[in-house]
């Protein structure tokens, strides 16, 4: 296999999506479609919905109508207004766990995956980090710095990091023996450039399509939180918070549960899709097929 087959720069990368996006692909365009919805709704949300924590006990447990699109709840607050804001919690929260443990996890498993010195050690606390259940980590720290959004981002971000490091290793491992990396090492290149010039670009693809499983895995986990009490602080309107005060009212108006769940299922289907479609686009086996 040639240096041009192994070695995938970063504009190879970016011009591969733009090329696969720009096929048609029908899935790719229902996913983005769905989070494009959410997106805007999270950015405009201001626009798009009154006050979701106005309180108008005369009008608890409408059913929708033109008024209240949604109905209301037990305390008369919007459904509408309130599922609109709850998608800039899940977005927060899955774009900050993704960038956070995508950036932690390719420095550590970059380190890990060339550096053999210190690969056994790096690993061993890695393989540490993975039996913390995320779940107990976050009321752990809910329990001792209060809920809050930084708390579940933290919680949700640890379990995740050591996977990324595995992935990037991985990669890692396979790239540090090629010809190209030894010419490198050759000619003098320092270590940092080596790594971002020649080993990093290789990680890309698959780090591209773990980062949206780590965001879709993020918004669910922090919807699970908020339904247990351990996620974001109760006033908060987020999914998981609006379903935990619904399922008490289920037999009389699931709509409560139901229409913030269904957009959180339907978001986490968008970004699944994308990462399933980009994993076939950007595997080269695939690509040779096609």
Not at 9 to 17: C, G, L, Q
Not at 186 to 215: E, S
Request: aromatic share 6%; glycine share 8%.
């Amino acid at each position: 296999m040639s240096k041009r087959d192994i070695h995938i720069s970063f504009v190879d990368v970016v011009a591969n999506i733009r090329r696969q996006i720009r096929l048609g692909d029908p899935l790719i365009a229902l996913g983005i479609a769905i989070l494009g919805i959410t997106c805007f709704a999270a950015l405009f949300a201001q626009l798009l919905a009154s006050d979701p924590l106005a309180l108008n006990p005369l009008e608890r447990l409408r059913p929708p109508d033109t008024t209240h699109w949604l109905g209301t709840d037990q305390f008369g607050r919007d459904l509408w207004s309130r599922t609109v804001y709850g998608a800039r919690v899940s977005l927060v929260v899955g774009l900050a766990v993704a960038t956070l443990a995508i950036a932690i996890g390719l420095l550590i498993g970059l380190v890990a995956g060339y550096v053999r010195a210190l690969d056994g050690l790096l690993m061993r606390i890695m393989d540490g980090l993975m039996a913390i259940p995320g779940i107990l980590l976050a009321i752990a720290l809910v329990s001792l710095s209060g809920a809050s959004q930084l708390t579940v981002v933290v919680a949700i971000m640890v379990p995740e990091i050591p996977r990324v490091v595995r992935l990037v290793r991985a990669m890692v491992l396979g790239v540090r023996e090629e010809p190209y990396i030894e010419a490198a090492i050759a000619v003098g290149t320092r270590l940092p450039w080596l790594l971002l010039r020649h080993v990093l670009p290789n990680c890309m693809p698959p780090l591209i399509v773990q980062a949206t499983y780590v965001c879709a895995s993020a918004m669910v986990t922090e919807a699970i939180l908020s339904f247990l009490g351990a996620g974001t602080p109760p006033e908060i309107p987020s999914w998981g918070n609006m379903m935990a005060e619904g399922r008490a009212l289920f037999p009389i108006a699931p709509r409560i549960v139901l229409f913030p769940g269904a957009a959180l299922a339907l978001t986490i289907l968008a970004i699944n899709i994308l990462g399933d479609r980009l994993r076939d686009r950007l595997d080269p086996k695939f690509a040779k097929r096609v």
